[in-house]
Structure formats: C-alpha cells, structure tokens
C-alpha cells in the first residue's frame, strides 16, 4: 500500500491514481490518500519527503509555512527506518516580492539566490541528516515512475503491506477516508484531524462553526483548541462572508 499525503500536489495524486487504483473505491487499489504527520508518502518502511525544486528553495528559508525543511527532516529521520528526500524538477521559477512587474535584473538576482541557497542546502545535507536518502529527478513523471515502481518491486517483496508500516502510519491505513471538512478545517495551521472531529461534533457543521453568533470562548470549549486557534478560526469569517 501506497499511503499519499492529502495536501500533496493534485497532479501527482491523480497520476498515481490512475496507475495504482483508489483503495478506498475497490479491493484492486494499492494507494490511500491521508493526512500523514510525517513525510508526504508511505511505502512500508519507506518515508518519502518530496519537494518540487521551486518547492525545496521555499521550504529552506521558510516563505509561506510555519516549518521549514530542516524541521520536516528530523522529523522523517525520527519516525522511519528508511527516509528518503527526492527533489524533482529543474526549471526556477523566480518570484520577487514587490510593486508593478519584476525586471529582468530583479529577476536574474532573485534566480541566482534560489540556485545558491538550494546548492548550499545540498552541499551540508549528509553531515546534518546522515539517516536520510537524497535524490534527484528530472520531472514529476519522472518522480511518480520511480514511485510506482518501487512500490511494485516493494509489493512483489512483501514490503509494503500494512505490517510493515510504523504505528502511527498503520492507524491512518485502517481509517477511513477524511471528509472535506476534515480537511478543510486540519488545514488551519495548529489544527489536528483530531481537533477537527472535536469541532465537527460540537458545532455540526462548517457553517456553524463560523456562524456570527459562535464566540472564542465556547471554540476553547473543544479540546485541542487553544486561544491561538480559536481567533485563527473566528478569522475564516472575514475570508468566506465578504
């Protein structure tokens, strides 16, 4: 069994998908779709971290996430017998920060800083993360062939079925499918699966649960949701009633 992360690119789950079936659409399917704690993909005692090489440079300095890469890795190192960080792509796609459209100058620095900061990151990768496999991909076909393959020379083997998975991974491959609340609501930074089902169960609904009339206090009420969380959510309403 192949167990995907839920927040892992569309492109990438649609195309293994296709090649390895929906287990939990029928018995012939050989990947899940969770939402894992550590890594983006599961193959027995497999922990994959992959990044797309534009995805590698934000991760390293940590634009847009409350974790960068560094904190990912030790984290794969920790849970799995055999880590692995699979970079893919080669195209730089620089983005600067600021009014009106890049010029060429702005452009060509901000590229420049994306190629250093990813080869500095490469250069110390083994003497920080020892445990961990590093590998490089051309493209995301490449990256979802190696997937699929390796995952039928493992399955041949025996290696990936449900006994060979750690115990956190083994809980998620017995759960079933999250709904869209679920992952709507676990998408909100410091908000657990489990934090979501309390919220769900509690209010009923989305919609309820981002009524005018719901208060800070009775979102504390739920376990798992603190201060921080409760004005995170309070937050939404701006976001989806104007």
Request: net charge positive; proline share 3%.
């Given at each position: 069994?192949?167990?995907?992360d839920?927040?892992?690119s569309e492109?990438v789950k ?8 929906d ?6 399917g050989?990947?899940?779709v ?7 993909y ?7 971290e ?18 960068t ?13 055999n880590?692995i960080?699979?970079?893919y792509?080669?195209?730089?796609k620089p983005y600067v920060?600021?009014?009106?459209t890049?010029?060429?100058?702005s ?5 420049a800083?994306m ?7 490469k250069?110390t ?7 961990i496999k ?7 076909d490449?990256f979802c ?10 399955a041949?083997q025996g ?17 079933k499918?999250l ?20 919220l769900?169960?509690?209010?009923g609904?989305i919609?309820k649960?981002?009524?005018s ?5 009775s979102?504390m009420?739920?376990q ?8 995170d959510?309070l ?8």
């Open positions: 069994m192949l167990l995907v839920d927040r892992e492109k649609a195309k293994l998908l296709m090649r390895l079936g287990a939990d659409l029928g018995k012939e050989t990947m899940k969770r939402r894992l704690p550590t890594g983006d599961v193959m027995g005692t497999w922990g994959i992959a990044k797309e090489i534009n995805d590698l440079y934000r991760s390293i300095i940590g634009m847009g996430r409350n974790r890469i560094l904190d990912q890795l030790r984290d794969l190192q920790d849970d799995f017998e880590p960080l699979v970079v792509g080669t195209k730089y920060v600021g009014k009106g890049p010029n060429s100058k452009m060509a620095i901000e590229l800083r190629k250093k900061v990813n080869q500095s990151f250069m990768f083994y003497q920080r993360f020892p445990k590093y590998m490089e991909l051309l493209t995301m490449d062939d190696w997937l699929v393959s390796n995952h039928t020379q493992m041949i290696a990936v079925t449900r006994d060979k998975l750690p115990a956190k991974e083994k809980k998620l491959h017995d759960m499918k709904d869209n609340r679920i992952k709507s609501l676990s998408s909100i930074e410091g908000v657990s699966v489990e934090a979501a089902e309390n769900l169960r509690k209010f609904s919609p649960i981002l009524n009339k719901t208060t800070q206090k979102l009420e739920v798992g949701i603190g201060r921080g969380r409760a004005k959510i937050a939404l309403r701006d976001k989806y009633t104007n």
